[in-house]
C-alpha cells in the first residue's frame, strides 16, 4: 500500500498562488496514477487532475484548466499541484490519490491521503 501525505494549503487571497504537494512512501514501486481531488463544505468530492505514471499525461476539470498545473517528480516520489489564479470557489480541502487503473475515471481511485485545506479569500 503507498501512504499519501498532502500539504501545502493555507488561506491566500483571490487571485495568489499555492502549490500542493503529495508525498507517497511505504510500497512505491511499480506504475501508480495520481489524481488531486476536492471537497467544499456540504458538497461532494471532485475531481480536480491527474496525472500518469510513464509518460506523464495530465488530464483536468474544465473549472480549473489553464490555471492549474499537476506535474509529478517520480525520483521522489511527489505529485505537484500548482494552483494559480486562484478563485474563492476554489475553497476546499484538497486530496490526492492514487489508482493503478485508468487515471482518468475518478472511481479507479483507491488510495487516498487526509487532504490539505486550501481557503481563498475575496
Known amino acids: 500500500q503507498v501512504q499519501l501525505v498532502e500539504s501545502g494549503g493555507g488561506l491566500v487571497q483571490a487571485g495568489g498562488s499555492l502549490r500542493l504537494s503529495c508525498a507517497a512512501s511505504?510500497?512505491?514501486?511499480?506504475?501508480?496514477?495520481v489524481g488531486w481531488f476536492r471537497q467544499a463544505p456540504g458538497k461532494e468530492r471532485t475531481f480536480v487532475a491527474a496525472?500518469?505514471?510513464?509518460?506523464?499525461?495530465?488530464y483536468y476539470a474544465d473549472s480549473v484548466k489553464g490555471r492549474f498545473t499537476i506535474s509529478r517528480d517520480n525520483a521522489e516520489n511527489t505529485v505537484y499541484l500548482q494552483m494559480n489564479s486562484l478563485k474563492p470557489e476554489d475553497t476546499a480541502v484538497y486530496y490526492c490519490?492514487?489508482?493503478?487503473?485508468?487515471?482518468?475515471?475518478?472511481?479507479?481511485?483507491?488510495?487516498w491521503g487526509q487532504g490539505t485545506q486550501v481557503t481563498v479569500s475575496s
Open positions: 496525472i500518469a505514471w510513464l509518460r506523464r499525461n495530465t
Open positions: 490519490a492514487t489508482t493503478r487503473s485508468d487515471y482518468r475515471r475518478p472511481e479507479n481511485y483507491d488510495n
Open positions: 511505504g510500497r512505491t514501486d511499480g506504475v501508480y496514477n
